[in-house]
């Protein structure tokens, strides 16, 4: 019933939830026969199911490249955030990490579910990598080595500073956006873009993260995961796990508000970085996570929630055997040039921007950020080619026929599978 209740509330999500499905599908039978490939390509999926739809949608060459990428600094993550792991085990694992990439027979048990069985099992990911051509294995080990060194300085080290903040989310995810910017280049689709924009790109994304998991983190076991900074949230409370309770829910929304805010600071060179892309391929690749956070952010401002449980853009459906959130799927389906991303990136400013009230401690900050992105928008002249995620429209559809819309589609798509088996 909780589904049937998501889609009648929402029809809007059916088309692109059915079209994502056959997507789905479709990259199923894109999966390479060799054991190694195919270990990747399963695995991409389990840990990161609506991008990896993304990363198939790439030229072969590419979206090989690609997906070692991910899987290898996915891998290190690991590593870094399994807190039952000892300090003297798990530093020089991270500081010698980019050469294990070379080892066909390394792996190291650690990480729980779906990222044991890609720790247990590494040497697959090991051998697609030395498959891959030499410039695209340069790119990856020298950001694998980067990017261990700044996480082994973060696990003595903590998060302080608003500079210590974004110098983390540098090591983690803005080395990210330097990597792919480097693969696009090695297969000769775009030129390698500046390494302010793409830090930019890397840690937008990487904010929006943390303030979502804050609860997830910090209620992390054996030992929480502490990444807001100190500087921030110590105006409000004396120990960041305070933020969490009942008690203090008005400064917990308040810190919040203000970690949104620095968070916007990153938005405007997103939208630069996106608008020198060439490729459609590799413009959808950088462009849907980018619609995805600025949305996210929409949704934690202001928003008490996010103390509570894990805030998504709109909760997840079950459809056919696939996990989608509706709103996702709208995103992943409508994103596919500038004016999408503009559209996008303003309808969700002008949410975020109501959400904002004047009795808040940065509101004339906050509301300088959102104005930037909004110029931004409208400057680009593009805001009437698309469709809006604010304003419904379309027409109201019945309720009694949405019904038998999705039942039908699932007998035609359940007997379509039956017949390939």
Not at 352 to 362: F, P, Q, R
Request: net charge positive; hydrophobic share 40%; proline share 3%.
């Amino acid at each position: 019933m909780g589904i049937l209740r998501a889609i009648l509330k929402h029809p809007e999500d059916i088309y692109p939830l059915l079209k994502l499905k056959v997507a789905a599908r479709y990259a199923e039978k894109q999966i390479p026969s060799q054991p190694h490939w195919a270990f990747c390509y399963i695995m991409l999926h389990k840990v990161s199911r609506s991008f990896s739809l993304v990363i198939k949608q790439l030229p072969v060459e590419l979206r090989d490249a690609i997906c070692i990428f991910y899987l290898v600094l996915r891998a290190l993550d690991t590593v870094e955030d399994d807190t039952s792991v000892a300090t003297e085990v798990k530093v020089p694992i991270l500081m010698s990490f980019h050469r294990h990439v070379y080892d066909r027979e390394w792996h190291f048990s650690c990480g729980t579910k779906d990222y044991k069985v890609l720790m247990d099992q590494f040497h697959h990911v090991s051998t697609a990598f030395l498959e891959l051509g030499k410039h695209y294995k340069e790119a990856i080990e020298d950001i694998t080595m980067r990017m261990g060194a700044g996480m082994a300085k973060f696990i003595y080290k903590e998060v302080e500073t608003i500079d210590d903040y974004d110098e983390y989310c540098h090591h983690v995810a803005g080395l990210v956006g330097l990597g792919l910017s480097k693969l696009f280049h090695a297969s000769g689709k775009e030129d390698v873009a500046s390494d302010s924009l793409c830090n930019s790109m890397g840690l937008f994304l990487q904010k929006t993260n943390i303030i979502r998991d804050y609860l997830e983190d910090i209620n992390e076991v054996p030992k929480c995961r502490m990444f807001w900074p100190r500087q921030i949230w110590s105006k409000y409370v004396d120990k960041l796990e305070d933020l969490k309770y009942e008690r203090n829910s008005v400064k917990a929304v308040q810190c919040l508000n203000e970690m949104v805010t620095n968070a916007l600071s990153h938005a405007e060179d997103c939208l630069t970085f996106l608008s020198t892309l060439r490729d459609p391929a590799i413009f959808r690749f950088c462009a849907i996570p980018q619609v995805m956070a600025i949305g996210t952010l929409a949704k934690c401002y202001n928003n008490i929630e996010v103390f509570r449980g894990v805030v998504k853009m709109r909760r997840v459906i079950k459809m056919l055997g696939f996990f989608f959130l509706g709103l996702t799927a709208q995103v992943i389906d409508r994103t596919r040039n500038m004016a999408d991303v503009y559209g996008a990136f303003f309808d969700f400013s002008c949410i975020l921007k109501s959400k904002v009230e004047y009795k808040d401690l940065h509101v004339a900050k906050t509301l300088k950020r959102l104005e930037v992105i909004l110029r931004t928008c409208k400057n680009s002249g593009t805001l009437n080619k698309r469709k809006s995620f604010v304003i419904k429209s379309g027409p109201n559809y019945n309720s009694t026929f949405v019904v038998v819309l999705v039942v039908l589609v699932a007998i035609l798509l359940g007997y379509q599978s039956g017949n390939r088996t």
